[in-house]
């Protein structure tokens, strides 16, 4: 591989490294919630949002002035892409505590929020094991795990969905809580996406 290839692999796994804080910082959020806290909150998620966006924004650069990429260019700027949407998304569940005013929290949220953690710890170990693709003996498992992840993810969701149409209450509450559980599924779905775009790429380069 050329010396110059690695850029690609290292931005990636800077990536999803962010990803990964930007996970474990929304379970520390939810896990200590204060609404008095909530703009201090925001504003240290979208610093870790930030830098993932200038990430994309090397990535960008240095794939419009490569000439020779490691694998398709439109296959790194996708999944670039598909990165940063991970990040992105994390920012929006935690956007979403402040927009309707959310005063407690309900303990099937943390426990959804620690499994996209597992999901992006997952990626970061896929992302190690990207530049060697090729001769990797655990990439395949790694995105197998990531799959379970996700269907783990899902019950969650449902479970967490079925639970609000039971519940007593303001109805504007349950609806505020139906969005919150729609954009942690969003996110389980953005890691799997990443995940299922690695596994392309390994199909289209073997």
């Known amino acids: 591989m050329a010396k110059g ?3 690609y692999f290292e931005n990636f796994s800077a990536c999803t490294e962010l990803a990964k804080k930007a996970a474990a910082y929304l379970v520390e959020c939810l896990e200590n919630y204060d609404p008095a806290n909530i703009e201090a909150m925001l504003q240290h998620m979208h610093e870790i949002e930030h830098g993932a966006d200038m990430k994309k924004h090397e990535m960008n650069g240095t794939l419009a002035k490569a000439f020779v990429t490691p694998v398709d260019r439109e296959d790194l ?4 892409h598909q990165i940063d949407d ?3 998304i994390i920012e ?3 956007q979403k505590f402040y927009i309707y005013d959310i005063k407690t929290i309900d303990e ?8 996209i953690v597992r999901s992006c710890e997952i990626l970061c170990e896929i992302m190690k094991e990207f530049e060697n693709f090729k001769k990797s003996k655990t990439m395949h498992a790694l995105i197998v ?3 379970d992840a996700e269907e783990e993810c899902d019950k969650v969701y449902l479970s967490s969905m079925r639970a609000l149409t039971k519940r007593d209450g303001d109805v504007l509450e349950t609806v505020s809580w139906r969005k919150i559980y729609e954009s942690l599924e969003a996110c389980a779905d953005a890691c799997e996406h990443v995940g299922d775009c690695i596994g392309s790429v390994i199909m289209k380069n073997t």
């Open 86 to 88: 991970v990040v992105d």
């Open 145 to 147: 795990e990531l799959n």
């Open 108 to 115: 099937a949220a943390i426990s959804f929020a620690k499994k």
């Open 92 to 94: 929006e569940i935690l």
């Open 5 to 7: 290839d690695k850029f």
């Open 77 to 80: 700027d996708m999944l670039s």
